[in-house]
């Protein structure tokens, strides 16, 4: 299991459209994927989930991955915050 500290670099947060690019992203991996954020845990691959979080520029957040790609799911769930 890795866990990887982000933050969220989203001007306005995540919202629809970023929470779908983040589960399809998370979703290529065959690791499970969680967020920790505010005392939950959510799995990255769940789009009803993903939005429960309202996550806002800024926060800081930990990505959990747990599997056989673990590392490359790591980085990628990573790239995502920093990049999109």
């Known amino acids: 299991m890795i866990e990887t500290p982000v933050v969220v670099r989203h001007e306005n ?14 979703s290529q991996y065959v690791s499970k994927i969680f967020i920790l954020a505010d005392n939950k845990k959510i799995n990255a691959k769940s789009i009803m989930g993903m939005m429960s979080l309202s ?5 800081h957040v930990t990505v959990l991955t747990d599997g056989e790609d673990e590392e490359k799911a790591a980085e990628g769930i990573k790239t995502f915050f920093l990049h999109n």
Do not use: K, N, S
């Not at 947060?13 to 998370?26: C, T």
């Open 13 to 26: 947060g995540l919202d629809g459209r970023p929470i779908a690019l983040l589960v399809q992203e998370a």
């Open 55 to 59: 996550l806002t520029e800024g926060e």
